[in-house]
């Protein structure tokens, strides 16, 4: 059901944890079954440096928060707003269909932590995001 890379990054999800000198903080919820991402980076100039991530949910909710960290970790905040769901999900060699949702949370957790960052800038993130 799971591909191997979903496996593995469920057993050793990378950048679990927080990130106690964040400046960018989000936390998504997913109506479809209660799980929540919460989403810590450390920007600078432009640049995401750091990335950690706690989630409260499935394996291929754990999954795919490890693989969207892992894609967006030294990324300019511009890339890091092109990163899809799909881009997640095919990165992870593959999710099950009633497990694409997921991967939705990863994509809107990376967006979230990025309105946040905006948001302390000062500036409306809506018209760059979207509605995160
Ligand atoms: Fe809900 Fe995976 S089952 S995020
Ligand atoms: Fe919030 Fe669309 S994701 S209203």
Do not use: W
């Not at 927080?18 to 903080?25: K, Q, S, T």
């Not at 750091?50 to 999954?63: N, P, S």
């Amino acid at each position: 059901m799971y591909s191997e890379k979903v496996m593995e990054h469920f057993s050793n999800p990378r950048n679990v944890g927080e990130l106690e000198d964040a400046n960018a903080v989000g936390q998504v919820g997913n109506p479809k079954c209660g799980d929540i991402m919460k989403i810590y980076m450390k920007i600078e100039d432009d640049v995401i440096q750091d990335i950690k991530f706690k989630t409260f949910g499935c394996g291929a909710a754990i999954a795919t928060s490890s693989m969207a960290t892992e894609l967006v970790k030294g990324k300019t905040i511009e890339e890091a707003l092109k990163l899809t769901n799909s881009a997640v999900a095919e990165a992870l060699d593959g999710l099950p269909p009633a497990k694409l949702h997921c991967s939705v949370l990863a994509e809107e957790g990376i967006k979230s932590a990025l309105a946040d960052y905006y948001r302390r800038q000062g500036i409306d993130p809506e018209p760059i995001i979207g509605c995160p």
